[in-house]
């Protein structure tokens, strides 16, 4: 549950559950999130005998963007599984995942994303180099079908 205050929040305690039940440990670990917009079509709507000369405003249709994640390259298959099960067509690889941002002492969890329906679309793995001193990353793309927040 959202829990207000005065003062805002740091943005770097967050905890991403990829519709696994998992938050802990290197696979659940991640560097950034980037968090979708949501917005709503705006239909404009006229009767030809209007008295006045403007247009009503109807709400539309509801939309969600992608969210973005970024982790250090682990070695581990998880984001690509899932991407391979919705690439191929099992409709049971849609997941709810959840994005929690905690307060500064880890106590509680303060704000949460929940994106319903979400699947893996897109794969990245950021640049590979011989003189590089970077970690290497992996960037996981997901579209989801609602969010709701609480």
């Known amino acids: 549950m959202a829990t207000q205050r005065d003062r805002p929040y740091s943005n770097f ?3 991403v559950d ?5 938050t802990d440990g290197p696979e659940a670990g991640f560097e950034e ?8 079509d705006v239909i404009e709507y006229r009767n030809g005998n209007e008295k006045e000369n403007s247009v009503r405003k109807l709400t539309g249709v509801d939309h969600c963007g992608n969210v973005v994640l970024k982790r250090g390259a682990i070695g581990s298959l998880n984001l690509y599984q899932w991407y391979n099960d919705i690439r191929n067509g099992n409709q ?12 500064e ?6 704000q949460t994303w929940n994106l319903l329906r ?12 011989a003189k590089g001193k970077d970690v290497a990353v ?3 793309e997901l579209a989801c079908e609602r969010l709701e927040m609480e």
Do not use: K, S
Not at 18 to 22: A, I, R
Not at 105 to 110: E, I, K, S
């Open 118 to 129: 979400a699947r893996a679309v897109r794969l990245r793995w950021g640049p590979l180099q």
């Open 138 to 140: 992996e960037y996981l």
């Open 105 to 110: 002492d880890h106590t509680g969890v303060v």
């Open 13 to 15: 305690n967050f905890l």
């Open 92 to 103: 049971n690889a849609l997941r709810t995942v959840t994005i929690q941002l905690q307060n």
């Open 33 to 40: 999130v980037i968090l979708p917009e949501v917005w709503l």
């Open 18 to 22: 990829l519709g696994t039940g998992n």
